[in-house]
């Protein structure tokens, strides 16, 4: 969240500080439609989608609490949802000074308005709100008229097992109204979740000085606090989460249609030109940070789209709206399991009709096709069934056509391994042959692992599958000082622009 708080919200501030006030609502969400609290550190970019058919005014703030990353990465995905009665109005970055410093409260304001989600004007007071941003806020979402107003927020902990947070939580006001869209959004986000203790309970009414408590209290609207929780839920299932809940509530409105699905994250807008549209997966299996440098690496090329996906999102069919998957690394028996079966056909017929994968460690054991629970899209498995070879820095060294895609260094260089597979061919008639990109050059055998198979074995390999490109990678250049610029490099190869800017220079 640090990385889409960082620089492309600064850019899509930049944008949208350039955009003349009055710029009429976007009809595709792309554009912001205006700016809140311009001209100071916390200027943040609002999102109006207006069908053009009267109907309500529902507005959708996240981000409020700057270490709630949820919010903000839902709101922002929610943006793109097309709204076919009523109008939409969304604040992604609410509290964006926060936010980019991974912060509950605003940083550098004194401690009884630092709370921004206690600024905004009490129940049983006529009294202004508290703060700069929470009047700039206030003042915004009164011009609105908003007939529902709901905030996305996170909590540390479960609700459903512990009094000290409101994690996992539908907090509405007590009218029949909310109350009964409240048990359709709670019944609806829990029936995926198996785990008693993890399933939304149901709240009321939202604190007093909060946005929505106020947006109920004097502005007349129905207002909802949505919280998910951040403890053990991986970044993309709690956005999903938050996706289903406001889904919910806008069908129940009648303000999208059968095409809105909780899956839809991003833009429907076609690319002009095959750019990469990225699902990086961050669901269970994974560990550490090699989510997080894929999405950071990835994203900083232009026009690019990358988006952290979760089990439940690739079996519900979200693969649609991209054009490449990467997997990092952790456990590939465990990504394998909470993707399950039938999310791991999807990725197989994802990378067959002409889709990228990109692996890395545990993605790339995922890949290969001598384990029960391998995606086959590779021709290859690993040399022995040891793989706690250990950690070190290893020495690789790239092939001719390793440098065409990779980047062009020559000789032997350093990089990051972590237990990743020592690949060999597996001779799957239906796959083609795997191309190796990079070689070991020095190796690692702690814990008995067999010495001698893993120098001058491939490191990185391409494969096809189908229409699809493979590309996997068993050390970590992502974690890797200096090959920062292998994975997108990577990634652009397997969505193919290499190969189109070639022949388009070959005209
Ligand atoms: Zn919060």
């Known amino acids: ?14 944008a949208a500080a350039l955009l003349p006030l009055d710029v009429p609502a976007s009809p595709t969400g792309e554009q912001p439609a205006g700016v809140i609290a311009s001209g100071t550190p916390s200027a943040t970019p609002y999102y109006v989608r207006d069908s053009g058919v009267t109907g309500p005014t529902v507005v959708i703030t996240g981000g409020v609490h700057g270490n709630e990353p949820a919010g903000a990465y839902a709101a922002d995905q929610i943006r793109h949802w ?9 604040v992604p ?29 009490k129940a049983s007071e006529k009294e202004s709100p508290r703060g700069a941003l929470a009047l700039a806020l ?23 097992m512990t009094g000290k947070s409101v994690g996992s939580s539908v907090i509405a006001f007590p009218t029949p109204d909310d109350k009964a869209v409240a048990l359709a959004i709670q019944t609806a986000v829990n029936a995926n979740i198996t785990n008693q203790n993890h399933r939304f309970t149901l709240r009321g009414p939202p604190v ?17 606090i949505l919280e998910t929780t951040s403890k053990s839920q991986a970044l993309s299932v709690r956005a999903r989460q938050h996706r289903i809940m406001v889904h919910v509530l806008l069908n129940h409105l009648g303000m999208i249609d059968g095409s809105v699905t909780p899956e839809l994250m991003t833009s429907r807008v076609p690319p002009i030109t095959p750019v990469p549209r990225l699902a990086v997966y961050d669901d269970g299996g994974t560990g550490g940070v090699g989510a997080a440098r894929i999405v950071e690496q990835v994203g900083r090329q232009p ?25 990092p690394g952790g456990s590939g028996s465990k990504e394998a399991a909470t993707i399950g079966e039938d999310g791991r056909d999807r990725i197989r ?12 460690c545990a993605g790339a054991y995922l890949a290969t096709s001598g384990f029960s629970w391998g995606l086959r899209i590779l021709d290859a498995k690993t040399v022995s069934p040891k793989w706690d070879r250990g950690h070190a820095m290893v020495k690789l060294e790239l092939t001719d056509q390793g440098r065409r895609i990779l980047g062009n260094i020559q000789g032997t260089f350093d990089c990051k391994y972590a237990n990743g597979p020592i690949l060999c061919p597996a001779h799957v008639e239906s796959l083609p042959d795997y191309e190796p990109l990079a070689f070991f050059r020095t190796e690692v055998a702690e814990h008995n692992a067999p010495p001698g198979i893993m120098v001058n074995s491939p490191a990185i390999v391409a494969g096809r ?15 890797t000082k200096g090959l920062e610029e292998f994975i997108p490099r990577a990634v652009a190869w397997v969505t193919d622009r290499a190969s189109i800017a070639e022949k388009t220079n070959a005209r």
């Open 1 to 14: 969240m640090k990385r889409l708080a960082g620089w492309k919200s600064w850019l899509l501030t930049l």
């Open 465 to 479: 599958c189908g229409k699809g490109r493979v590309v996997v990678s068993s050390p970590h250049p992502e974690q």
């Open 93 to 121: 970055r609410a509290n964006v000074v926060a936010l980019k410093a991974d912060k509950r409260n605003i940083p550098g304001e004194p401690v009884e308005v630092a709370n921004l989600n206690r600024n905004f004007p």
């Open 349 to 360: 017929k994802f990378v067959e009709n002409g889709g990228g994968y990109i692996g890395i």
């Open 138 to 160: 206030w003042e915004f979402v009164q011009r609105q008229k908003p007939a529902w107003c709901v905030d996305l927020h996170e909590g540390s902990d479960f609700n459903a």
């Open 303 to 327: 026009g690019t789209v990358v988006v952290r996906v979760c089990g439940d999102d690739i079996r519900a069919g979200a693969l649609g709206q991209f054009n490449v998957i990467a997997v």
């Open 82 to 90: 097309p709204i076919t009665r009523g109008k939409l109005i969304i």
């Open 208 to 224: 007093d000085g909060s946005l929505a408590r106020a947006a109920g209290e004097h502005l007349g609207a129905h207002a909802m």
